[in-house]
């Protein structure tokens, strides 16, 4: 069972950064494929950004394509989401998937094992 624990939400003003931050349980999490998702009101959650296990390869969705920078650090069994540019839209709930049976990239909800509890970004215009 590996545990997913979000940080680095808040409050900031559009044209703004955050940087979240999502630490693993286990030791497994150095060969997971990693994802950040996130889930607006009333809206499903949707992708945005993912990474293979080793961290060479990233992928992102066209609404945050060179806003966010998805890095990863196996030695903190840490994934992180750089966000520049915050835009009002960008407002959600974010949350970190890991899935733990493949190592290449993975950019739908149903491929992950584990979540975490998410993190509140709130972009203010």
């Known amino acids: 069972q590996v545990q997913l624990v979000e940080s680095g939400g808040g409050l900031v003003q559009a044209g703004g950064s955050l940087r979240l931050s999502c630490a693993a349980s286990?030791?497994?999490?150095?060969?997971?494929?990693m994802g950040w998702f996130r889930q607006a009101p009333e809206k499903e959650r949707e992708f945005v950004a993912a990474i293979n296990w080793s961290g060479d390869k990233t992928y992102y969705a066209d609404l945050v394509k060179g806003r966010f920078t998805i890095s990863r650090d196996n030695g903190k069994k840490t994934v992180y989401l750089q966000m520049n540019s915050l835009k009002p839209e960008d407002t959600a709930v974010y949350y970190c998937?890991?899935?733990?049976?493949?190592?290449?990239?993975?950019?739908?909800?149903?491929?992950?094992?584990?979540w975490g509890q998410g993190t509140q970004v709130t972009v203010s215009s």
């Open positions: 286990e030791r497994t999490f150095s060969f997971a494929a």
């Open positions: 998937g890991a899935d733990t049976t493949g190592r290449n990239l993975k950019t739908s909800i149903d491929e992950y094992e584990y």
